[in-house]
C-alpha cells in the first residue's frame, strides 16, 4: 500500500517484536561516555573519542562511517599512549566487547 501511494500520510509506524528473532549476531557493548567513565574510574586516565575509535578500529570492531572527515589526505591524527590503549582495550573486555 506504501509502494502504491495509497496511504495519504508520509509518516508510517511500523511497530515489530525481537521475539522468536536470532539476536546472537548482536554484540554487546557501550556508549562512548560509558568507556570513558570506566577508564576515568579506574585507572584515573582522560580518553578521547578519538583515543577510543583507533583502540576499537585496532581491535576489528567496525564502526560506522565517519563523516568529518579531513580535508587532505595526508593529515596526521594525533595517537594513543599505550597506557590509554591498555585501559581502553580493558575497558572493551570489561563490556564484553572483544
Do not use: C
Amino acid at each position: 500500500m506504501l509502494s502504491k501511494g495509497e496511504i495519504p500520510s508520509k509518516k508510517v509506524k511500523v511497530e515489530f517484536s525481537l521475539e522468536g528473532m536470532d539476536t546472537d549476531g548482536f554484540k554487546d557493548g557501550a556508549t562512548y561516555d560509558e568507556i570513558r567513565d570506566w577508564v576515568q574510574e579506574k585507572y584515573d586516565l582522560h580518553v578521547t573519542n578519538l583515543n577510543i575509535a583507533q583502540v576499537k578500529r585496532k581491535n576489528g570492531i567496525i564502526e560506522r562511517e565517519n563523516y568529518n572527515k579531513p580535508k587532505s589526505e595526508d593529515s596526521r591524527q594525533p595517537g594513543t599512549t599505550p597506557e590509554k590503549e591498555k585501559a581502553i582495550t580493558e575497558a572493551l573486555k570489561h563490556f564484553n566487547m572483544i
